[in-house]
DNA sequence: ACCGGAAGTGTCAGTGACTGACAATCATTG
DNA sequence: CAATGATTGTCAGTCACTGACACTTCCGGT
């Protein structure tokens, strides 16, 4: 059953890919808002009704890769050791957003992906959803993991806080530095030691 | 000429108010996406084109307060002692979301506001847009305020981390203490003290 | 070779948010 | 009263998105 479905789902997501590199080459050229899904559909050469089918909305094409990179990012949290401080943690999570940029070929995705976000106001807001997934995420991880360590619960709203610091300091780097590793990395180290919890929880 | 525009601007604010309290109550009847602009005008009594001139989308008149809101603590913010540490400057900005939960009235209405952004996924992005937009106020006045203060200019990406920290626990308090001010007030402390910056920029 | 169903696709019609253009109305001012 | 400017309704149109239905293709069983 499984080996079957998998099999589907690989020609799934190659169509997929298919559709997001077609459509992010046309929101490069001409902007997100200024191309409809019907141009998108007829460059792939499907109808639009089976772009639907393959992406729920036209905003979803554009986080296809930030979706992906989320899951790295909580698969990468979970294999941190369990005695390592949740501040720490949190910075090694966000190694993955580094290497990103070490592929020559991904950094220019990446960038061209952002810069077609900055765009578009509704972009935006759909991009902080995804980071607000991505904290809800790392919370909930970072919560049973301290549950797990101490044997009891911890502050839901300052674990919740921390992650939102942790992330704003992801943010903050990401705006600042935008392609350059080097800078990328210095910048999240300058901020996530500056912004470092006084009492760390686990 | 100021004061013949402030005139008009009164009662232009007065019609938005009266469509936003027509909305929300439609809103929290049937839900957000379950009510058309159609509806909407019609309760209010004037055409769908007429709704557009006073909101510029459907979501917008969600966000009528909480963009209040937001201009109310950017001048909180502004009204700070400028020797103040920057994090204590922001645990005070926070005070007027307090304070609004002392008025009966406006803690329903903020509640249910809060309940109907919570049952829209598109509105929930919206929010969050919001809060971003907070975030980059705020930043900018503690920039421009600790540039004034020192007189050079303090790194741009751990004050905007810092800030980011910052709204990240007003985020958690909200989301923990929904509708009660002490509940909100303590979380609020508790996260702010737990995520204190140990070296303070300004 | 034939048949059956499952999966993918195109077509079409419809809804709902939003916009531009234009004409009608209404209040204000000279 | 007339000219002017702001406010409004109407209408037509675009675009994202959805449901229904018919058609093709591919595959395992007979």
């Known amino acids: 059953m499984a080996a079957g479905g998998s099999l ?13 590199r077609t459509a992010e ?3 490069a050229d001409k902007g997100f808002e200024e191309t409809t899904v019907d141009e998108i559909a007829a460059a792939v050469g499907m109808s639009q009704r089976s772009f639907f089918r393959y992406f729920s909305s036209k905003d979803d094409v554009v986080f296809d890769s930030v979706e992906r990179l989320r899951v790295t990012l909580a698969e990468r949290l979970a294999s941190r050791p369990i005695d390592e401080c949740a501040w720490e ?13 070490a592929d ?11 810069q077609i976000i900055d765009r578009s106001p509704r972009l935006l807001a759909a991009y902080l ?6 904290q809800r995420t790392l919370t909930e991880a970072i919560l049973e993991r301290a549950t797990r360590r101490t044997g009891r619960e911890p502050d839901p709203v300052v674990v919740r806080a921390m992650v939102g610091g942790a992330c704003a300091c992801l943010h903050a780097a990401t705006l600042h530095a935008t392609g350059d590793p080097e800078v990328f990395d210095v910048s999240l180290d300058r901020a996530m030691s500056a912004l470092r919890p006084a009492s760390m929880p686990t």
């Open 8 to 20: 589907r789902e690989v020609s799934r997501r190659a169509v997929q890919s298919r559709i997001a």
């Open 25 to 27: 080459s046309l929101f």
């Open 89 to 101: 943690s949190l910075r090694r999570t966000f190694d993955p957003v580094a290497e990103r940029f």
């Open 104 to 114: 020559p070929e991904l950094r220019a995705h990446d960038k061209a992906v952002q």
């Open 129 to 134: 959803c995804h980071l607000e997934r991505l």
